[in-house]
């Protein structure tokens, strides 16, 4: 069974930098990709980076040039590096695994930007 267990939440004032962090483990092959969703308070959640296992990556328009998805495949971890948050980035972090046996997703993280 795949569990993922996200860290590096918490609170930043605007323009800080936060890097998140997501353990795999478990029987895992066969990945399709790997990804980083949010979800902001009272809405719906979104994908934020997206890796595929060629390295393609994928950023929604809001991040792009600020977040920097990758991974460390001996650790088997995923990593969301953001910088210049601003107000806006508030919301829970979930890190999303997509297998052939199927889609796993962490507990996520809560990342609040305030001043």
């Known amino acids: 069974q795949v569990r993922l267990v996200e860290s590096g939440g918490g609170e930043v004032r605007p323009g800080g930098s936060l890097r998140l962090s997501c353990a795999a483990t478990?029987?895992?092959?066969?990945?399709?990709?790997l990804a980083w969703y949010r979800q902001p308070p009272g809405k719906e959640r979104d994908l934020v980076a997206l890796m595929t296992m060629s390295g393609t990556t994928n950023y929604a328009d809001s991040v792009k040039g600020r977040f920097t998805i990758s991974k460390d495949s001996i650790k088997n971890t995923l990593y969301l590096q953001m910088a210049s948050l601003k107000p806006e980035d508030t919301a829970v972090y979930f890190c999303n695994l997509n297998l052939a046996s199927g889609t796993y997703w962490g507990q996520g993280t809560q990342v609040t930007v305030s001043s």
């Open positions: 478990g029987i895992i092959f066969r990945v399709n990709t």
